[in-house]
């Protein structure tokens, strides 16, 4: 009996913390393995993300060559963080596994271990929220308000070209007149 309630103590906590983690706000996103961009949705990693994967919207908001190279920098800095952090949150979870596993659980361990995993979540979440402020200064407010403005634009204008402002829905269906 006390070895499934510390068990789903355990895996309340790392639940809790994952939904928590993945709630996600204008900075990158907890999944930094990001796919490509799918037509008219979001661009995917912030704002970096809506620089570097939208050249056009991005010279047009104003956005300098020497802005661009920035960006990449702090962004290729992000990841390689990112691959080491994400590592120890990892590492934080199979340890937990590891002390669930055993004969005899030792509850003190293993919330230790939770909250070893909590720390390391924290610290990833935090080195996302610095990037997405860096990049907030690199640029200023100004520009990424013409940023996402022309972004609409581009998002509208893609629409507009697979039909969906012709009486369609996203799915191609047509509206009931």
């Keep these: 009996m006390n070895k ?30 990001r796919p490509g961009n799918q037509p008219g949705g979001p661009p ?16 047009q908001a104003g956005v300098t060559e020497e802005q661009m190279a920035e960006l990449k920098k702090i962004r290729a800095a992000g990841e390689k963080a990112g691959i080491q952090l994400r590592s120890n949150v990892d590492l934080a979870r199979q340890e937990v596994r590891t002390l669930m596993d055993a004969d005899t659980v030792d509850k003190k361990a293993v919330m230790e271990a939770v909250e070893k995993g909590g720390q390391a979540m924290t610290e990833l979440r935090k080195a996302e929220i610095g990037q997405a402020i860096e990049a907030r200064a690199l640029l200023g407010k100004d520009t990424v308000a013409k940023l996402r403005e022309a972004l609409r634009k581009e998002m509208r204008a893609d629409r507009r070209d697979r039909g969906q ?10 509206d009931k007149d």
Aim: glycine share 14%.
């Design 4 to 33: 499934r309630l510390i068990a789903v103590c355990a895996a309340a906590g790392l639940t809790l913390a994952s939904a928590a983690w993945a709630e996600r706000g204008d900075g990158p996103r907890a999944d930094w393995k």
């Design 44 to 59: 995917e990693g912030g704002l970096i993300g809506m620089v570097l994967d939208h050249p056009d919207a991005a010279k």
């Design 165 to 174: 402002e012709k009486g369609e829905d996203r799915h191609g269906h047509h």
